[in-house]
T-cell receptor
């Protein structure tokens, strides 16, 4: 069975400072990993994905994540936070089980202070 | 390409009623999945359809059902609504089989309020 743990339910940063959102996963096989972002009253937007190619993955809006198999981690980072980054972020594992099934973390709410 | 569309965007129903939600996937995508999002339970998988067949189902009561049409559009139905069914219902489409098949692209959701 697969599982995802997002280590912080809420992260607050000042505008212009780095962002770090932490995610650990558990999976029986080599997983595909994703980060999605959800702005208030919106659907989920794909930020980036890891599918066993390069371990450092670049996404949209300056976000990137590094897959570390030894640590079973897939942390999301951004060098400089912008006000528009305030949203909820979900770390997701996808595995094949007759179809591609997503397991979601509980989400990290990012607040950006002006 | 147009993204995933869901209708209606907002819905208010009363307990005991039934509701049907609609989802149109990205053009060319044949896999459609449904998720329920609530503050208490987070995002939970409802079911997945491919080529008009349900391939997987989450742990929800039989009141929740779905179907997929030959054009890949999907509907989900909830009968005998309960207060706890109030949620954001998200539809996602995937390109299975094919490149990028592990990735699911989400629609804006349907916000259901049960009174």
């Amino acid at each position: 069975a697969q599982s995802v743990t997002q280590l912080d339910s809420h992260v607050s940063v000042s505008e212009g400072t780095p962002v770090l959102l932490r995610c650990n996963y558990s999976s029986s096989y080599s997983p595909s990993l994703f980060w999605y972002v959800q702005h208030p009253n919106k659907g989920l937007q794909l930020l980036l994905k890891y599918t066993s190619a390069a371990t450092l993955v670049k996404g949209i809006n300056g976000f990137e994540a590094e897959f570390k198999k030894s640590e079973t981690s897939f942390h999301l980072t951004k060098p400089s936070a912008h006000m528009s980054d305030a949203a909820e972020y979900f770390c997701v594992v996808s595995q094949w089980a007759g179809s591609y099934q997503l397991t979601f973390g509980k989400g990290t709410k990012l607040s950006v202070i002006p | 390409k147009a993204g995933v569309t869901q209708t209606p965007r907002y819905l208010i129903k009363t307990r005991g009623q039934q509701v049907t939600l609609s989802c149109s996937p990205i053009s060319g995508h044949r896999s459609v999945s449904w998720y329920q999002q609530t503050p208490g339970q987070g995002l939970q998988f409802l079911f997945e359809y491919f080529s008009e067949t349900q391939r997987n189902k989450g742990n929800f009561p039989g009141r929740f059902s779905g179907r997929q049409f030959s054009n890949s559009r999907s509907e989900m139905n909830v009968s005998t609504l309960e207060l706890g069914d109030s949620a954001l219902y998200l539809c996602a489409s995937g390109s299975f089989p094919g490149a990028d098949q592990e990735t699911q692209y989400f629609g804006p959701g349907t916000r259901l309020l049960v009174l």
